[in-house]
């Protein structure tokens, strides 16, 4: 599911507990963030960049369905770093 930042956060601040960022670089860390995300109901923010984004739709038809495959099963917020 994509949220915004203010989505994550203010929950995170409201009950103490930190949302975890990670800057993700290949597939093999983007489906065990994703994986360990699920596992621990946890919301984590992926963070990257648009040069990943494309080399990751090559595996998708388009940029679009990588957000949905990506933040079909967790809480995520996925926005390309600029």
């Known amino acids: 599911m994509l949220v915004t930042n ?3 956060m203010v929950p ?5 507990y930190a949302v ?10 983007t489906s065990a963030i994703a ?13 990257i ?7 990751f739709s090559r595996f998708d038809s388009t940029s679009q369905g990588f957000h949905s495959s990506i933040s079909s ?3 995520t917020h996925v926005r390309p770093l600029l």
């Open 49 to 55: 960049t648009p040069s990943v984004i494309k080399i």
């Open 73 to 75: 099963s967790y809480k």
């Open 12 to 16: 995170a601040r409201k009950n103490g």
């Open 20 to 29: 975890g960022a990670f800057n993700v670089q290949n597939l093999e860390s």
């Open 6 to 8: 203010k989505d994550l």
């Open 35 to 47: 994986e360990a995300a699920t596992e621990e109901k946890s919301p984590v923010i992926m963070q």
